[in-house]
């Protein structure tokens, strides 16, 4: 009978500490989650005090290695495609001058001008003119402010030669302003030329060499050009009725390449 007792006294107090260990137990675990759901430990807050700190680290790192603008000079050749590329001689060369902004290590904001000279002549009977086929040489000038983006490729991770060419992908809007000017027939048109604009832009490729790093740089860009020529739809160099020489149109995609001094600060 003692034994029994004894047996349910023990029985008792397993049971109680049992209970009050799990009791502890939840305590700490629900402690646990009060202390991450509580305002001084936010999780969201700790990301952005990481996120901040690593671009002031950026940032100081651009201040002390990056360039922040230079001053491009260049020359280069601009040619075209269809029968545009048909009917001009280009001229050469096309001179660049355009001002560089950079944003950080691997973008930049670009903006200039750009000119370039071709000569296109008539020697047959048009639409627009069919009682002459002595129009003779147009000259053509093209001028063409232009607003572009540049994306710098990630090379820190490639071989020297890859890394030190600063290589880049860039696009650009353009306007190409037109001068045809009629030096043998001056007075085949009031004022002897016409004028005219399109929209246009600008895709490509460009390579940029340090001649002395953060201070000079010799720059090479590659560009194919669509372009609303304010000339590429017309017919006023169709052939005449019974001849069969002559431009549908004047359309084609323009194709640049240039080579740039750049002085940067």
């Not at 107090?13 to 799990?22: A, K, N, V, Y």
């Not at 646990?32 to 901040?52: A, C, K, P, R, W």
């Amino acid at each position: 009978m003692i034994t029994l007792k004894r047996f349910v006294i023990l029985l008792l107090f397993c049971l109680s500490s049992s209970s009050f260990t799990q009791s502890q137990v939840s305590d700490e675990i629900l402690e646990s989650m009060d202390d991450d759901l509580s305002v001084g430990n936010d999780i969201f807050t700790d990301f952005q005090e990481n996120v901040e700190s690593a671009q002031i680290l950026e940032d100081e790192r651009f201040y002390r290695y990056g360039r922040f603008f230079s001053v491009n000079l260049g020359i280069g050749h601009t040619t075209f495609t269809g029968n545009r590329g048909t009917a001009f001689k280009d001229k050469f060369p096309t001179f660049h001058f355009s001002l560089t902004y950079f944003l950080d290590f691997l973008s930049a904001i670009n903006f200039g001008v750009e000119f370039s000279k071709h000569q296109m002549t008539i020697d047959f009977q048009t639409r627009r003119f069919p009682r002459t086929d002595e129009i003779g040489a147009i000259d053509v000038s093209i001028i063409r402010p232009f607003l572009a983006y540049r994306f710098y490729i990630d090379t820190s991770n490639l071989s020297s030669v890859f890394t030190y060419s600063n290589p880049y992908f860039t696009g650009r809007v353009e306007y190409w302003y037109q001068t045809n000017k009629f030096l043998d027939s001056p007075t085949i048109i009031e004022g002897g030329q016409e004028k005219g604009g399109g929209l246009g832009g600008g895709f490509g490729f460009g390579l940029e060499f340090p001649l002395e790093f953060k201070k000079r740089y010799l720059g090479i860009e590659a560009l194919v050009h669509p372009v609303n020529y304010f000339d590429g739809d017309v017919t006023s160099w169709r052939p005449s009725t019974g001849n069969t020489v002559g431009y549908d149109d004047l359309k084609g995609l323009g194709w640049s390449v240039k080579t740039t001094f750049n002085l940067t600060w």
